[in-house]
């Protein structure tokens, strides 16, 4: 399913070789570290079947979203298989049931954070188009909502490719309440005391705990922590850098400044003005609650 059209209307692209679905990741049609992880695994696939030379294929891959640790990940179990002579497409599947298997076990764990009544704040889009199938921290939200809890959600725009849409796309999906807000409208919020937990998704958790995730994440856990209100971090385990002690050694990736500048297509902004486009940003692992996986709930930086 092509992200970009949604969510006015569900198309879908077929990559009939590595470098259409390399286009698709880099150009955002998928996104989401699980989804892109899962894309990637039949990038490299699909480029082993046309003969293509696999290190080159592997950087090329890798350079489409270097922040998400996933994408990294799905190609090393690919290339650790493919070693020992297992088909590519066979292991690609493989990958993808295992992030299905770990949001699945994510859902259920997150979900039991949720209190009847609660009102949630989330920002970017975690839900089942991100990951492929049940989602990370929207994905527990969901989950709550369908074993009867009566909760309500914040869903934050999330500037400037408005990921908020498709967030408000699957809550309306499953009936459940909801108000989108400008990610500056956040705070006050909290400060009003309309907001009883945040849960975000992770696009790299670092050894210590520090975590990248979509630009915007650091402000929401710095208010939370001054209004003493949990922030979760939901993602799996495939998510995880151990190689990285903290989060300042993570790659953050700078998108084309339109972006900013021609927000859903318009020209808001003098002609001759110039933007800088970060997709991500660090939270400490300071300013965490705690950290949600397949394993579990742990107030300490999770392990693979």
Same mark, same amino acid.
């Given at each position: 399913m092509d992200q970009r059209k949604l969510p006015h209307s569900k198309e879908y692209l077929i990559c /009939?070789?590595? $470098? *259409?679905?390399? !286009?698709a990741i880099r150009e955002m049609a998928v996104r989401g570290a699980p989804a892109v992880s899962i894309a990637g695994a039949y990038a490299l696939s699909q480029a082993e079947k046309k003969g293509y030379q696999l290190g080159s294929s592997v950087n090329e891959i890798l350079d489409s979203r270097p922040t998400a640790i996933d994408l990294k990940n799905a190609l090393d179990f690919m290339l650790e298989g493919m070693e020992k002579g297992e088909d590519s497409a066979e292991l690609a599947a493989e990958w993808e049931q295992s992030i299905y298997n770990k949001c699945k076990l994510i859902c259920m764990h997150g979900a039991e954070l949720i209190k009847d009544g609660n009102r949630i704040l989330t920002h970017c889009n975690t839900g089942p188009i991100a990951t492929g199938k049940y989602g990370t921290a929207l994905g527990a939200i969901i989950s709550a909502h369908k074993k009867g809890k009566g909760i309500f959600v914040w869903v934050d725009e999330t500037r400037p490719r408005f990921q908020g849409a498709l967030t408000s796309f699957e809550l309306a999906d499953v009936g459940l309440p909801h108000k989108i807000i400008t990610d500056s409208? &956040? !705070?006050?919020?909290?400060q009003k005391g309309e907001v009883d937990s945040i849960m975000v998704g992770a696009d790299r958790i670092c050894k210590n705990g520090d975590f990248a995730n979509k630009i915007g994440t650091y402000p929401l856990a710095v208010l939370a922590k001054f209004h003493r209100i949990p922030f979760y971090v939901l993602a799996p385990t495939s998510t995880i850098d151990s190689s990285l002690a903290s989060g300042s050694k993570i790659p953050i990736e700078k998108r084309d400044g339109r972006e900013v500048l021609e927000p859903a297509g318009a020209h808001p902004f003098p $002609?001759? %003005? /110039? %933007? *800088?486009?970060? &997709?991500f940003d660090i939270t400490p692992a300071s300013l965490v609650t705690a950290y949600v996986t397949e394993k579990g709930v742990s107030c300490?930086?999770?392990k693979p």
């Open positions: /009939r070789n590595h $470098k *259409e679905t390399v !286009g409208t &956040a !705070g006050f919020l909290m $002609k001759d %003005a /110039r %933007a *800088e486009n970060y &997709a300490s930086p999770p």
